[in-house]
């Protein structure tokens, strides 16, 4: 099925340790985002890529890197994780703003 | 900054009933709005959305209003049916903004009792 991909669904890390988020997109979008969801805080944007090559942070970019690998894939990276960084995670992308946003299914991490 | 709130966390109606969801948002430039609606353990899915040049929009079963004078805007529900209990996101984008970044509000839960 086309759409936005991520992977993992879970994770769990202890303190300290780093991982990378993926997420790949099959509608040729242009644009893509990292969002994480807090309970009662609904989605705040980590980081964005308006377009291939171009990456910008969000409202909560701290602790995180971005790589627009390509057109279609767009990672997340934790270089330290911390307990605070516990969330679950979602990759967007978008083509025309008409069309909204299309999400992934989320990546639940845990960090002990 | 700018923001994007729901008046409600939780919303419960009776099946067969309307809902009506509230979201205000804070930046007079944003131009571009969405509903989503997300079930347990799924992203976020697109249900409608509405440009500011219109006061409502109608899809299959939804209606979404916007007020840009007090820069509120609602989705309604017909015949609320179980399947339509979910959490229900606005969001709020300017057309400007090159990025299309959307801010989200913190979402409001849809109950249907039965």
């Known amino acids: 099925n086309a759409g936005v991909t991520q992977t993992p669904k879970f994770q769990v890390l202890k303190t300290g340790q780093s991982m990378t988020l993926q997420c790949a997109q099959d509608?040729?979008?242009?644009?893509m985002y990292w969002y994480r969801q807090d309970p009662g805080m609904g989605l705040r944007l980590i980081y964005y890529s308006a377009s291939e090559g171009t990456t910008d942070k969000g409202e909560v970019p701290n602790g995180y890197n971005v790589s627009r690998l390509n057109k279609r894939e767009f990672s997340l990276r934790l270089e330290s994780a911390a307990p605070s960084q516990t969330s679950v995670y979602f990759c967007?992308?978008?083509?025309?703003?008409?069309?909204?946003?299309?999400f992934g299914s989320g990546t639940r991490l845990t960090v002990v | 900054g700018e923001s994007v709130g729901l008046h409600l966390p939780t919303l419960s109606v009776q099946e067969g009933d309307n809902s009506i969801i509230n979201c205000a948002y804070s930046n007079s430039a944003s131009d571009y709005f969405i509903w989503y609606k997300q079930e347990s353990g799924k992203g976020p899915q697109f249900i409608i959305d509405?440009?500011?040049?219109?006061d409502k929009r109608q899809g299959q079963r939804v209606t979404v209003l916007l007020n840009k004078t007090v820069k509120h805007l609602s989705l309604q529900i017909a015949a609320t049916q179980p399947g339509d209990s979910a959490v229900y996101f606005c969001?709020?984008?300017?057309?400007?903004?090159?990025?299309?970044?959307?801010?989200f509000g913190s979402g409001t839960r849809l109950l249907v009792r039965p």
């Open positions: 509405i440009r500011s040049n219109m």
């Open positions: 509608m040729n979008h242009n644009s």
């Open positions: 969001a709020a984008s300017s057309m400007m903004d090159s990025s299309y970044k959307l801010i």
């Open positions: 967007a992308s978008s083509g025309l703003l008409d069309y909204g946003y299309t």
